[in-house]
Nanobody, 129 residues
Framework: QVQLVESGGGLVQAGGSLRLSCVAS????????MGWFRQAPGQEREFVAA????????YYADSVKDRFTISRDNAKNTVYLQINSLKPADTAVYYC??????????????????????WGQGTQVTVSS
């Protein structure tokens, strides 16, 4: 079992930056694949970014890849999402997600909610114009 706690959300003006954090706890927390999703009001939850436990790859949604950066610090069991040049369209609840280590994982699985077993409660990001 893995528990996830997000932080770092808030109200920010367009063009600003935020860094979201997600701290994982649990026996396999440091070896989890990690991802970020977001859900805007009235919208489906969508993939934002992901990083495997090794940290040797990054996966991004096309809509954010020039502005968002995902990283992780396994010594702290923490994954980060740096968000730059924020837009009102980025307003959403941002969720951290994790999945335990597997002997094989298809790269496509990082992009889908079904690829993750554990979810945080979310942190609200609101961007004013």
């Amino acid at each position: 079992q893995v528990q996830l706690v997000e932080s770092g959300g808030g109200l920010v003006q367009a063009g600003g930056s935020l860094r979201l954090s997600c701290v994982a706890s649990g026996r396999t927390a440091s070896r989890c694949e990690m991802g970020w999703f977001r859900q805007a009001p009235g919208q489906e939850r969508e993939f934002v970014a992901a990083i495997p436990w090794s940290g040797d790859s990054r996966y991004y949604a096309d809509s954010v890849k020039d502005r968002f950066t995902i990283s992780r610090d396994n010594a702290k069991n923490t994954v980060y999402l740096q968000i730059n040049s924020l837009k009102p369209a980025d307003t959403a609840v941002y969720y951290c997600a994790a999945d335990g280590p597997k002997s094989y994982r298809a790269a496509t699985s990082y992009y889908y909610q079904e690829g993750y077993s554990y979810w945080g409660q979310g942190t609200q990001v609101t961007v004013s114009s």
